[in-house]
């Protein structure tokens, strides 16, 4: 008696813990971001992207018959926890591949376990440069922060605009903000012959940043470039108000965020920037945008229109579409190592007609995307000046 027991226990207790099993008629990605944490500003509305492309997916017949279901992990901007989401996507969920993880520090961790679990991932957000190009199963669908700033110089230097100094502000205490400020504004406005004002470092976790922004008082400057994630631009160009320093700042597509427009209101207009994704450029945008606004208004999330990163969300789920389709993959679990292998070996060798535009992926796993170089305006993005994504080296 005691034996049959055991024997039921044992078999409740896998039942109880055993990993989801996935349905005969679906195809399952994994998505791995941060609804909470560090980067929760920017990228609580990921999943509303997503959401909106697996919907639409779905609606038109799924992938190859099959019908996409996305599993989500919320990381919270960890790289320890972005490891943990792609180990379950691998193991657990059977996922044929991964949109995310969100940043450049959780893909420098998780592209290498993603290697070692063999499955591809696509972040959204991750910009720093030479992450993905030691790894075979990592691609990303962002663009460089250098080519980005370079473009807006190039723009601006064009239209007259740089003509005296700009100043450079960034974070001592953020690795993104730090990277941005000395390792990309820098070397881009030395190489392009503009007289630099600093750069000037502060704390982003410090309260007050004014003794950092009274370093401005004074100097001829034609933009403050601020290298820093939006809350940070945020409250510099507040304090920089404050003290009645009445200059535009400047930035790549770090802070390009909608959220600018209630945070900077009307103190933040002449701000240049630039972006992948312009919400305003043709019909195609401004349906996803309408779609997009209200599916995030649902869940009591206000946005003026798409961040960047969320029109790459929903441009992943549809590159992997495009792949999936390509490798005929058909989601049976007793092909799944075989098939994620085949999703990685066709999605460089294809072009995908996005949201975003034409891309293409390089040989180095990064996507080659356009420039649309915005500027503000009573609350509104301007369009300034575009640029196409440039041809992929294969």
């Not at 403050?224 to 507040?238: D, E, H, Q, S, Y």
């Not at 009645?244 to 597509?253: F, S």
């Not at 630039?274 to 995030?296: E, G, H, I, Q, W």
């Amino acid at each position: 008696m005691r034996f049959k027991l055991g024997i039921t226990a044992a078999v409740l207790a896998g039942v109880a813990f055993a990993a989801p099993v996935q349905a005969a008629d679906e195809i399952v990605l994994g998505l791995s971001f941060g609804k909470t944490g560090l980067y929760s500003t920017i990228n609580k509305t990921t999943e509303v992207a997503v959401d909106i492309a697996v919907a639409e997916i779905n609606a038109a017949g799924g992938i190859n018959g099959k019908k996409l279901r996305i599993v989500k992990f919320d990381t919270a901007g960890d790289p320890k926890q972005a490891v943990v989401a792609v180990r379950k996507f691998a193991r657990d969920d059977k996922a044929l591949g991964v949109i995310g993880p969100f940043s450049s520090s959780e893909a420098r961790v998780a592209f290498a376990a993603g290697e070692r679990e063999k499955i591809v991932q696509i972040p959204n957000a991750s910009s720093a440069p030479k992450l993905a190009d030691k790894f075979s199963y990592a691609y990303r669908l962002t663009e460089s922060e250098y080519l980005q700033f370079s473009r807006v110089v190039k723009t601006m230097k064009k239209r007259g605009s740089m003509k005296s100094s700009v100043a450079i502000m960034y974070g001592t205490d953020d690795v993104v903000s730090k990277a941005v400020g000395l390792y990309i504004m820098k070397p881009i406005l030395t190489k392009e012959k503009v007289k630099i004002t600093g750069p000037i470092g502060f704390a982003t976790k410090a309260f007050d940043v004014s003794p950092q922004v009274s370093q401005l008082k004074g100097k001829n400057l034609d933009y403050v470039g601020l290298a820093g994630i939006t809350p940070i631009a945020i409250r510099v160009l507040k304090e920089m108000r404050r003290q009645k320093i009445n200059v535009p700042i400047i930035g790549a597509q770090i802070w390009a965020d909608p959220e600018i427009v209630n945070g900077m209101g009307l103190q933040g207009d002449d701000s240049v920037f630039a972006s992948p994704f312009y919400y305003n450029l043709n019909a195609r945008t401004r349906d996803f945008t309408k779609k997009f606004v209200a599916a995030a208004a649902k869940q009591g999330i206000k946005k003026h229109w798409p961040h960047h990163v969320d029109a790459a969300a929903y441009d992943i789920v549809y590159v992997f579409k495009k792949a999936m389709e390509v490798a005929k993959v058909t989601g049976d679990s007793n092909k799944i190592k075989a098939e994620r292998t085949a999703i990685r070996d066709v999605l460089g060798t294809i072009t995908y007609d996005l949201v975003e535009g034409k891309v293409c992926f390089e040989k180095n796993g990064d996507a080659q995307l356009p420039g649309y170089i915005m500027t503000m305006k009573n609350k509104k993005w301007d369009l300034l000046d575009s640029y196409p994504a440039l041809p992929c080296k294969k």
